[in-house]
Structure formats: structure tokens, C-alpha cells
């Protein structure tokens, strides 16, 4: 069972912009906005699996939190259309939580969703080396009433 019930969130830094996937079209970037006012784009979809990890789906493209092919450090995260599998760390913040690719290390390092080091507007996500003392890698998980 996921440490978050199913249901429907925004992921937000703490105290910063949220989760956005604004396009249908597959491998489109998620990334970093402030509140957009349109219907679905920052709204993620959680669904607990029997295993313990979750899938995360947003409600406007119908496209799973995701990446292309094998995880590698600074890959970039995007909406798939085929689910992907996480698993959600407890950060010492309540509701905030480590997004982290399930199954252990890859190349001596687990992976987390964090921050692209891509420095262009918006900013996007990527694929980082998971550091639980980091509270900035952390995602805040807002249940949508």
C-alpha cells in the first residue's frame, strides 16, 4: 500500500510551483509552474499498487509521470502513456514525500524526481541521485477535495 491514499493531488516543491503536464503528446516534459488555472493540467491522478509503489497519471492528458526507456541520472521525466511505477519516500515534512524510481540503485545511486539541471524556463524535471537529507527534493502532495 502507498503511504499516500489514492486519489487526486497537486505535487508541489514545498511553498513552490507545482507538477505541470500541459500536452497529450507522449514525452512531453513535466515541469515547474505556478498555479495555471487550467482545468486538469496540474492535477495528478495517485494509484496505489498491491506492491507498494504508486502510479501518478495527470488528469488533463491522461499521461503517466514518466521517463523514456531505462532510468539514468539527469533523464528527463515526461508524460508516457504507459504507466511507470514509483515509489514514495516519507521526507520529514508531513505529506511531502521522495519520488523515487522502485527497484534499487542504478550505477551505485537511487533515483529521484527532482529538478532538471537544465536551467531554461519553465523549468523542467528530471531523473537525480536520491539524497533523503535533501528537504528541497521533496514533493508536497495537496489532496484535491
Known sequence: MAPVPNGLYMIARPGEQLLTLGEE?????????????????????????????CTIRNLRTQTYLSFDGDPEINKPV????????????????PHT????????????EELALDLSLLRIFPPRTALRPLDVSERRQ???FQFME
Not at 503528446?25 to 495517485?46: A, D, H, R, S, Y
Not at 515526461?78 to 515534512?93: F, I
Not at 514525500?97 to 551505485?108: E, I, K, L, Q
Open 25 to 53: 503528446e507522449p514525452k512531453t516534459p513535466v515541469v515547474l509552474l505556478p498555479p495555471t488555472g487550467n482545468p486538469g493540467e496540474q492535477e495528478w491522478q495517485l494509484e496505489g499498487l498491491s506492491n507498494g509503489n
Open 97 to 108: 514525500f521522495h519520488v523515487v524510481v522502485p527497484g534499487g540503485p542504478v550505477d551505485g
Open 78 to 93: 515526461v508524460g508516457y502513456p504507459e504507466p511507470r511505477e514509483w515509489a514514495l519516500y516519507q521526507s520529514a515534512e
Open 138 to 140: 521533496a514533493w508536497t
